[in-house]
């Protein structure tokens, strides 16, 4: 890896953290790649090519990541949407719905024992969406009732 390409990743290591920490605030893709101090286009093939997703999938899943523990501690669904940052409950329950498989309600609702068993950072890592195990799910599905 040559000195060029090791600036690129700790610049985008740079948007990334800022995601992780500012999930909740309102951020788009020109906020991120000024933090990794490169073009929009530029940064988000650079981002999807490092991390193999695009930024604001990247976002999405830390919102949805955050809205999940919300929700096992009991927040309803229109406060866990509006804490982690989405302003529309409709599409932050479709994406919810996309990258867990199950409405935010309905994850709510489940029983979590194991989970609250467990130390958070474990928790954390156990519970984390999977948005592509969720679409082979749905892709199966899909060929089963064909």
């Not at 809205?67 to 949407?81: F, I, K, Q």
Request: proline share 5%; net charge positive; hydrophobic share 35%.
């Amino acid at each position: 890896m040559n000195p060029q390409e090791l600036a690129n990743l700790a610049h985008l290591r740079r948007a990334k953290d800022l995601i992780d920490r500012e999930y909740a605030r309102p951020l788009d893709v020109p906020t991120m790649a000024g933090r990794a101090l490169m073009s929009p286009a530029h940064f988000s093939r650079q981002f999807k090519a490092a991390y193999g997703e695009t930024p604001y999938n990247y976002l999405m899943t830390r919102r949805i990541e955050r809205a999940m523990a919300l929700l096992r501690a009991g927040s309803s669904v229109t406060d866990a949407c509006m804490e982690v940052g989405c302003t529309s409950l409709g599409s932050f329950s479709s994406r919810f719905t996309e990258v867990v498989g199950m409405t935010p309600s309905a994850y709510r609702d489940r029983e979590h024992h194991a989970v609250k068993a467990m130390p958070s950072c474990i928790a954390r890592q156990r519970t984390k969406p999977d948005r592509k195990a969720t679409q082979d799910k749905a892709s199966r599905i899909e060929e089963a009732s064909a």
